[in-house]
């Protein structure tokens, strides 16, 4: 199956019993946009008792979400992923619309949705860590360290973010972030209201990022002075909802199925 969130787009890989040895290079091939299918990821959609990592959330969550980055490499959390995720379970029938609990290397997500419209995830408490720097073209540009399950580091950088190139992955401090980072480009453009470019670790630039949403809805707060409050993110593929509480965040947005099909080349 195909599918996206505000064009952040995945090829879902269903596989109850986990018999796919998904390398590395598979998945890569998967989502190239010339040799294979062409995605930012895939959601390898497997039964929570049957991976040995993710076996002790078994009891709570049916479902865990696999999330591989179009390189390949593993991510402990996404946010339109999820969406998505949810939104194949209901529509295959292997889920009830509701409430629905999905568990994901960042631990169990609960995804709310009916059996049409927009899906909303409760993403947890988004965390700052710190402050740091990242390097583009040559230019600094300061940010905030904020963990959504998987690391950000969203730069409020008060201009219009089209003009930047983000072709290249951004230089980043690697003693903060060992394992890489997803960096956002943030500038608010109103009341709660921000447009936001993500480069994805794993990935390169894609055209939504709904942890990198959370993320940056966090950091245009902090610059405010505001912890809590309902957030517009507008991203190159359409606009996210983030909801800041007290305790946890919500990510609200589309969540669409394209396609099914057969890879012949497995
Ligand atoms: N697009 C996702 C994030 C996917 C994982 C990310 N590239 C990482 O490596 O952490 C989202 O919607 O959150």
């Not at 965390?127 to 998987?150: D, K, M, P, Q, W």
């Not at 709904?210 to 517009?232: D, I, P």
Request: aromatic fraction near 4%; hydrophobic fraction near 40%.
């Amino acid at each position: 199956m195909k599918g996206h969130g505000t064009e952040n787009d995945f090829v879902i890989l269903p596989d109850p019993d986990n018999e796919l040895d998904l390398s590395a290079s598979i998945v890569e091939t998967l989502c190239e946009r010339r040799r294979g299918i062409g995605a930012d990821g895939v959601l390898h959609v497997v039964r929570t008792k049957t991976v040995p990592e993710a076996a002790a959330m078994a009891d709570e969550a049916e479902w865990f979400m696999d999330y591989r980055n179009a390189d390949g490499g593993l991510a402990e959390m996404c946010g339109n992923g999820v969406r998505v995720f949810a939104r194949y379970l209901v529509d295959a029938g292997l889920a009830e619309p509701g409430e629905l609990p999905i568990a994901t290397r960042g631990g169990v997500r609960r995804v709310r949705l009916a059996r049409e419209g927009d899906v909303t995830v409760d993403m947890g408490p988004a965390r700052i860590l710190g402050e740091s720097v990242a390097t583009l073209g040559g230019n600094e540009y300061s940010g905030l360290h904020v963990e959504v399950g998987n690391p950000h580091l969203a730069c409020v950088i008060g201009d219009p973010v089209g003009q930047v190139d983000l072709s290249h992955q951004p230089g980043f401090d690697t003693s903060r972030f060992p394992q890489g980072v997803n960096v956002e480009l943030v500038n608010p453009v109103g009341p709660r209201r921000a447009v936001m470019r993500v480069y994805e670790r794993g990935s390169g630039e894609t055209r939504s990022c709904g942890t990198g949403a959370v993320a940056s809805a966090v950091a245009a707060a902090h610059l405010a002075g505001e912890t809590t409050g309902t957030w517009t993110v507008e991203v190159p593929g359409g606009a996210l909802t983030v909801e800041l509480g007290e305790e946890t965040t919500y990510l609200s947005g589309p969540a669409v199925l394209v396609a099914s099909g057969e890879w012949l080349l497995a």
